[in-house]
């Protein structure tokens, strides 16, 4: 029977590989580039008189 020691490291988790790095680059820049254009609106908006 194995004691396991309270400072010994247990193994990571597996990480589950269902998104591939593309489709995570690709919604990374669609993201960004949202939040941009949001940002970008929201400048062009703020002073409507000028």
């Not at 029977?1 to 247990?10: D, F, I, L, R, Y």
């Not at 790095?21 to 002073?47: E, K, N, S």
């Amino acid at each position: 029977m194995a004691t396991q020691v309270a400072n010994e490291p247990k193994p990571a988790p597996p990480v589950s590989n269902t998104d591939s790095p593309m489709l995570t680059l690709i919604w990374g820049a669609a993201l960004l580039g949202g939040i941009g254009a949001f940002i970008a609106w929201g400048l062009t908006h703020a002073y409507p008189g000028s």
